[in-house]
Each structure stands twice: as C-alpha cells, then as structure tokens.
C-alpha cells in the first residue's frame, strides 16, 4: 500500500514551457486534491476532485488546468510555467473507508514535487 | 470559507505540554476542525479531527469550546521530534470549503 505518491520529485522548467505532474493514490479514495505550498507559507488549494470525472476550482486555480479520468490518479497540468508558479505541489486524497472509521477530512499526503520556473 | 488564526510560532522545552490555540469565528455547521503536522520537505501529516467537546488520541488532545469558534490542541510531554509546523483546518466534505491557517512553527529545545 503506496498511499498517495507524485511524479516527478523535482522539476526546472523555462518561462513558457508546460508539464504535466502527476498524483495516484491507491486507498480508493472519492476525493483528490492539489495544493501549492511556497517558502514560509501555508498550503493552498489550487483545484480538487470529488469523483472520477469531476474537478472544481479551489483558492488559487489561475494557470493551472487539471483532469480526473481514473479514480485513482489526478493531474495537474501548467500550460505556460511562469516564476510564479515556482513552488512545491503536493496532491492530498480523502474518502470514508469501509466500516466509517475515516472522515472525508482527513488528508493523506504524498511527498510533494518541487517545481521551479526561471 | 472559515478564516483560520494560529499564532505564528511558539517555543517551548522537551516534556513540556503545548498548547496551540485556533480561531475560527465563522465556522459553519457542518465543518469539523482537524490539525495536521508537517515536518520540512514532507507533506502534511494528520494528527487529530473533531466537531466539539473534547478529543483525544495516542498522540494529542483537541478542545473545542461549546461555541466551536476557537480550538485548541495539545502535545503532552513534547520531545525535539516535535519540532514542526502545526495546522489547524476547518471545513467539511467539499473540497473548497477547506482552509489552511498560516500554521504554528513549533520549536522544542533541550
């Protein structure tokens, strides 16, 4: 059992240039999540997922695009990276596991990817 | 979106208790109010979760006055191991109803 894991680790981009990072959770979870944390700072939400299929916009979407084809993985997409999009992304999961001893709240985390932009 | 206020950091010695104090004014019914730990160059990590009154797990309490507009949660007998960010969180199942606060830097010393 991975939990919630991301690809790539870490990525240098060019002002312009687009990538595409990847989450993949394998608890089965309902919810999927996108934060971007910066130096010193809290974590915000950039978009989420309540279902294969379905994306919604969180606190901070602009420049971002995301997709939820497969329950188990979300991605975010950077169309034209610019520096301030040089952060570090983490993707969160959630969902009630059988038997109802987890709350849609509590988030499982993956290790993050740290992306700059020059 | 409910507002979180954490104080920004606090310092405290190995076998003391902390206390770290969440303002939340405008929490709405629904919402549960959950802390989370985060360690440099990691993801955030749960640590406890809860609607009132009081929780308690193997690892910390959580206070939630009658009102819900603050909690307050505590590390019973820290060690330098304890030294990270803390998170207070409220919202419920939707997604963008989930607000991080600024987070409390919590700093054990010997």
């Known amino acids: 059992n991975a939990g919630v894991t991301q690809t790539p680790k870490f990525r240098v981009l060019k002002t312009g240039q687009s990538m595409t990072l990847l989450c993949a959770q394998d608890m089965n979870h309902e919810y999927m999540y996108w934060y971007r944390q910066d130096p010193g700072m809290g974590l915000r939400l950039i978009h989420y997922s309540v279902g294969e299929g379905t994306t919604a916009k969180g606190e901070v979407p602009d420049g971002y695009n995301v997709s939820r084809l497969k329950k188990q993985n979300f991605l975010l997409g950077l169309e034209s990276a610019a520096p301030s999009q040089t952060s570090v992304y983490f993707c969160?999961?959630?969902?009630?596991?059988?038997?109802?001893?987890?709350?849609?709240?509590?988030?499982?985390f993956g290790p993050g990817t740290r992306l700059t932009v020059l | 979106l409910a507002k979180t206020t954490q104080p920004i950091s606090m310092d405290s010695y190995e076998g003391q208790e902390v206390n770290i104090t969440c303002s939340h004014n405008?929490?709405?019914?629904?919402?549960?109010i959950t802390w989370y730990q985060q360690f440099p160059s990691q993801g955030p990590r749960f640590i406890i979760q809860?609607?009132?009154t009081k929780v308690t797990n193997e690892v910390a309490s959580l206070f939630i006055p009658a009102d819900r507009k603050s909690s307050t949660l505590s590390l019973p007998r820290v060690s330098l191991s304890d030294t990270a960010v803390y998170y207070c969180l409220v919202g419920g199942p939707a997604g963008n109803k989930l607000t991080f606060g600024g987070g409390t830097r919590v700093l054990v010393k010997p």
């Open positions: 405008n929490i709405a019914t629904n919402d549960y």
């Open positions: 809860g609607y009132k």
């Open positions: 969160a999961s959630s969902g009630r596991l059988a038997g109802g001893l987890s709350s849609y709240n509590e988030q499982f």
